[in-house]
């Protein structure tokens, strides 16, 4: 196999070009954690996924000042506010240059200086778009939105870390010695068993676990006894 590096600055605009090929890999089942030949780092740079949507909606909100960000924003301070809404302010006219908040109105008197406009909804989830379009901004703003964008990804991902849901792909386990003990059996019905979460109701305690059909109970049961046995062995 020829290895390929996949070359861009630091510019934030241009992870889009990483991020296509990173889903493209992904789709293909290439980005498992482990895989050498893949390159494991480049999994970190498909921000078009679930939580790469949700983190966009959460960023386009908080600039249009519909709820709070998440985060502070790149060279922004808590105990500096005015630094804040600057932020809010210059990000807001650059989406507007772009094209992503649209009918776009500049306030006066009181409101005096704010932006107000909308982002339509097939845009609120759009990554490819965002990226691509952060390549028509100058490089300082190009990279706070950017960066802004990437702390709340990564917020979310370790969120769901912590609560035991975050699908972290295939992963290669290791041993000093590994054979198999018996045929492999292959679960007909793992098609319709689905990975879920509860919350139970007195201490709210969270537990992580599988709808398994009642059509399907008696042969995984039957299955796991053949787990057993071989660990008894």
Known sequence: ?????????????????????AK?????????????????SLSAYNYDSAY?????MMLYRGLMEQEPLPIVPPGCSLEKPDSIQDFILKGKAALVSVGIIRDSVLGNGKESG??????????????????????????????RLFELFVGILDLLIQNARVEGHLDSGIVDMKA????????PKARQSHKRIRVVRIETTLDNQRIVGLLIPNAAVESVLQDLAWVQDIDDE
Do not use: C, Y
Not at 5 to 13: A, M, Q, S
């Open 52 to 56: 790469g949507k949700r983190a966009l």
């Open 114 to 143: 704010k932006i107000s406009g909308r982002i339509v909804d097939s845009d609120m989830h759009d990554v490819g778009r965002f990226l691509n379009r952060l390549l028509g901004l100058p490089p300082e703003i190009q990279n």
């Open 176 to 183: 000093n010695r590994i054979e198999l003990q018996g045929t």
């Open 24 to 40: 493209r890999l992904e789709s293909l089942g290439a980005l498992t954690q482990g895989d050498r030949r893949a390159g494991p």
């Open 1 to 21: 196999m020829i290895p390929h590096r996949l070359l861009f600055t630091n510019l934030g605009g241009e992870r889009r070009f990483a991020s296509i090929v």
